[in-house]
């Protein structure tokens, strides 16, 4: 069997034997994602590699003793991901709490200075991160990383319907967040 | 990136009023947010996470058991106990068999065979345990 047919639960399975080549597969797989998630849990590309790295590390630590139980591997692995970056932002006291982020329109002049210096991706990755933590996951995982609302709901083990929730506040608060900004961020990336 | 039609199609929720199209409206969105692609982990990160691997396996083996070290020691050690067994073992049936020639050349009562048994006996000695069994059994 090719390595790169076999199924992420047959290379966990392997990697817990110690099987170097299976650990670099799933590494292949599943780092860039992992990456992505905490990239957008975390804003910052350096705190991401270091969540991402510690993702892995539990993955490796567990790989013996892993068992599906029902669930894929790569929802098990979002979840590791997600709870690693909830709880380096509760350690740094960064969280912002449920309910606490006002939904309001970025208005201050600076906001569309930031455009003009060409750096519409920051401005995008800010608003998002401004987003509460639970938010925040859900547009990770749903909108980044392409997941279903039923995926994302086992992933933060949560309701289909809390996820929808989380999704629609997100969006409206993205909506709000993003108005000052938005025809230059259409004529800017190309999407108009 | 945004094929995901949970986020674009779904309905917004409480979000819907505040658009005439909320669908439109959502769908715009996502085109914004695509903007900001998250980075790759890269070869570098990569390949640290693959010497955590080693790391922990390293780890494991250490303490699952022996440490390999002393494993390699264990086993030297259980390689010489079992060499001097067969070595005794050898010698043995050796000394067995060179006595039982030499009663059975004795009882015979031949000076000839007297030679020949002691000869066979040294023969026996001189190419060591297991090559003078082997010749011992040859000569009978």
């Known amino acids: 069997m090719r390595i790169d ?5 047959a290379l966990v ?10 650990a670099g597969q799933l590494i292949l797989r599943h780092s860039d994602r992992v990456m992505g998630v905490c990239f957008r849990m975390l804003g910052d590309r350096a705190a991401a590699e270091d969540a991402a790295q510690e993702t892995f590390l539990k993955l490796w630590r567990n790989a013996a003793k892993w068992r599906p139980q029902g669930a894929k591997f790569s929802t098990w692995l979002y ?11 509760r350690r740094s006291g960064r969280e912002v709490q449920e309910d606490a982020a006002p939904e309001m329109a970025d208005e201050s002049p600076h906001a569309e200075e930031r455009l003009m210096s060409a750096d519409r991706a920051a401005a995008v990755n800010e608003a998002i991160a401004k987003l509460p933590e639970r938010q925040r996951l859900a547009i990770a995982l749903c909108h980044y990383q392409e ?10 083990e949560t309701t289909v319907e809390a996820v929808e929730s989380l999704l629609g506040r997100a969006r409206r608060t993205l ?5 000052p ?5 259409m004529e800017g990336g190309g999407l108009k | 990136m945004t094929s995901n039609d949970d986020l674009r199609g779904a309905p917004a929720g409480d979000g819907a009023a505040e658009s005439s199209s909320a669908g439109d409206s959502d769908a715009v969105l996502s085109q914004i947010l695509d903007v900001a692609a998250a980075p790759a982990a890269g070869e570098a990160l990569q390949a640290r996470m693959l010497s955590d691997f080693d790391r922990v396996v390293s780890a494991a083996e250490t303490a699952g058991g022996a440490p390999r ?3 390699k020691v264990f086993g030297r050690i259980v390689d010489g106990a079992s060499l001097v067994g067969r070595f005794a073992k050898g010698g043995a049936l050796a000394l067995f068999g060179v006595v039982g020639f030499m009663t059975g050349a004795a009882s015979a009562g031949g000076g000839a065979e007297e030679d020949m048994a002691v000869a066979y006996f040294e023969s026996a000695l ?15």
């Open chain 2, 126 to 140: 001189a190419a060591g345990v297991d090559d003078g069994l082997e010749g011992l059994w040859d000569a009978e």
């Open chain 2, 69 to 71: 070290p002393l494993q």
């Open chain 1, 13 to 22: 399975a392997r990697a817990g034997r110690g099987d170097r080549t299976a």
């Open chain 1, 181 to 185: 900004v938005r025809d230059e961020l």
């Open chain 1, 79 to 89: 979840r590791v991901a997600a709870n690693t970056c909830l709880d380096r932002l």
């Open chain 1, 175 to 179: 909506r709000r967040s993003l108005a």
């Open chain 1, 5 to 9: 047919a076999e199924t992420d639960e």
């Open chain 1, 147 to 156: 997941l279903s609302n039923i995926e994302a709901a086992a992933v933060m």
